[in-house]
C-alpha cells in the first residue's frame, strides 16, 4: 500500500461551499492546464474543526502541481498571462455581485455559485506561478500582482455566508457548513452542529462528521505530517519569520474565526493561524500580529509591510501556546515572542 503524505498548510474561516470551490478549481483546473492529466488521488484534505477550515496538501501532488506548470510555461510563455486574463473575463459576471450584500432568493445564489466555479479553474496557474520562485521574475511579478489584489474567495465567500443567512435565519450561525448541492435541501441544524465540531471533506471521496483522527484510522494510507516548531517552557519563548520589524507589548487576542473579530481592543496582539481581507479592521486595531502559517508573501505580512506594525508569520504554535488576555512581548526584530505575564 502506497503513504500518501499531507501538510497542513492554512487554517481558514470559510463556508463549505466556498471550499468545496478549492477543490473543482484542481479538478477541473489542473486537468483543463497540465495535458489533459487528472490527479491519481486527492491533492488537498479539508477539516472544519471548531468552525475554521484546516486544508492538509499532499505533499507530492502539490510538487507535482508546480513542476507540470514549470514545464508548460517553459513551452508557452503567455500561459500565466492568458490565464488572467480568462479569469478576469469570467470575472465579469462575479465581481458586480460583490456590490450587494446577499442575494434575495435560492436560484440567484446558485447562479452566482455556477458563476465563480466557472471562474475558478483558471485560478491556480496565476497562483502557483507567483509562489513558485523558478517562475521567470516577468511572469511571477504579473501572478503577484493579481494575487495582491485579488478578493475572489473572500467576497464570493462573504456573499454565499450572508445570502444563507438571509434565506436561512433559524440557521444563522451554522452559515459556514452547508455543501453546494444542499441548498435546496438544507440538513438539520443538529447535523450542522455536528459538522461545526468536526467534518472531513474531500469531494468525490469523504463528506463525514468526524475528527480527522477517526477518518485516519480507516485510511492508513495517509499520512498527516505536522511541521513542529518549539516552545521553550522556561523562557517562554515562541520563534517565528519576521515580515515586519519593530517591538511592541500588549495582550493577546487569538482569532480563528470571523464572529470572534469583535474581541480585538485597540493595542492588542492579534494571534491567528492566519489572516485575510476580512481581519482588516481589527488589523487596524492590533499592534502586531502573529500567525501559525503563511509566508512572506502571505496576507499578514503584506499588511504588516503596509501598516508598519511588526508581524511574525509561521510559527505554527501560537494559537496553541497564547491565551487571550496573556501579555507578551513581540521582538520582531530578533523573531521572538516572549510571555511576560500569563492570563
Known amino acids: 500500500m502506497k503513504q500518501h503524505k499531507y501538510k497542513k498548510v492554512f487554517t481558514r474561516d470559510q463556508a463549505l461551499t466556498t471550499e468545496e470551490s478549492w477543490h473543482f478549481a484542481h479538478e477541473e483546473g489542473i486537468e483543463r492546464w497540465y495535458d489533459g492529466k487528472r490527479l491519481n488521488y486527492p491533492p488537498l484534505i479539508s477539516y472544519m474543526?471548531?468552525?475554521?477550515?484546516?486544508?492538509?496538501?499532499?505533499?507530492?501532488?502539490?510538487q507535482w502541481i508546480k513542476d507540470t506548470l514549470q514545464k508548460q510555461i517553459k513551452k508557452n510563455k503567455n500561459i500565466v498571462h492568458e490565464a488572467i486574463l480568462k479569469y478576469e473575463k469570467k470575472m465579469g459576471k462575479v465581481r458586480p455581485v460583490w456590490t450587494r450584500d446577499s442575494l434575495d432568493t435560492i436560484s440567484q445564489l446558485e447562479k452566482f455559485i455556477n458563476d465563480f466555479y466557472t471562474t475558478i479553474p483558471y485560478f491556480p496557474v496565476w497562483y502557483y506561478a507567483g509562489?513558485?520562485?523558478?517562475?521567470?521574475?516577468?511572469?511571477?511579478?504579473?501572478?503577484?500582482?493579481?494575487?495582491?489584489?485579488?478578493l475572489f474567495y473572500d467576497e464570493c465567500d462573504r456573499i454565499v455566508r450572508n445570502t444563507f443567512r438571509k434565506l436561512f435565519p433559524k440557521l444563522i450561525g451554522f452559515e459556514t457548513v452547508i455543501l453546494k448541492d444542499e441548498i435546496r435541501h438544507v440538513p438539520d441544524i443538529k447535523i450542522l452542529q455536528k459538522r461545526k465540531e468536526n467534518f472531513v471533506l474531500i469531494?468525490?471521496?469523504?463528506?463525514?462528521?468526524?475528527?480527522?483522527?477517526?477518518?485516519?484510522?480507516?485510511?492508513?494510507?495517509?499520512?498527516?505530517?505536522?511541521?513542529?516548531?518549539?516552545?521553550?517552557?522556561?523562557?517562554?519563548?515562541?520563534?517565528?519569520?519576521?515580515?515586519?520589524?519593530?517591538?511592541?507589548r500588549g495582550k493577546v487576542k487569538v482569532i480563528r474565526r470571523l464572529d470572534q473579530m469583535d474581541?480585538?481592543?485597540?493595542?492588542?496582539?492579534?494571534?491567528?493561524?492566519?489572516?485575510?481581507?476580512?481581519f482588516l479592521q481589527a488589523m487596524k486595531k492590533a499592534v502586531a500580529f502573529i500567525t501559525d502559517e503563511g509566508g512572506i508573501t502571505c496576507h499578514a505580512a503584506i499588511v504588516a509591510r503596509e501598516m508598519k506594525k511588526p508581524c511574525l508569520i509561521g510559527t505554527k504554535i501560537a494559537t496553541k501556546v497564547f491565551k487571550d488576555g496573556d501579555l507578551v512581548e513581540v521582538d520582531a526584530n530578533k523573531g521572538i515572542v516572549k510571555i511576560l505575564k500569563k492570563k
Open 263 to 278: 474581541k480585538i481592543k485597540k493595542g492588542d496582539i492579534l494571534v491567528s493561524p492566519m489572516t485575510s481581507p476580512n
Open 203 to 248: 469531494p468525490g471521496h469523504a463528506a463525514e462528521i468526524i475528527t480527522i483522527e477517526e477518518y485516519l484510522k480507516t485510511h492508513p494510507e495517509i499520512i498527516l505530517i505536522e511541521e513542529i516548531s518549539k516552545y521553550d517552557q522556561k523562557s517562554g519563548e515562541i520563534k517565528g519569520q519576521i515580515a515586519y520589524k519593530g517591538n511592541v
Open 49 to 62: 474543526l471548531d468552525g475554521a477550515i484546516e486544508e492538509w496538501h499532499s505533499i507530492e501532488q502539490y
Open 131 to 150: 509562489l513558485d520562485e523558478r517562475t521567470p521574475k516577468r511572469i511571477r511579478e504579473e501572478a503577484m500582482d493579481v494575487r495582491r489584489h485579488d
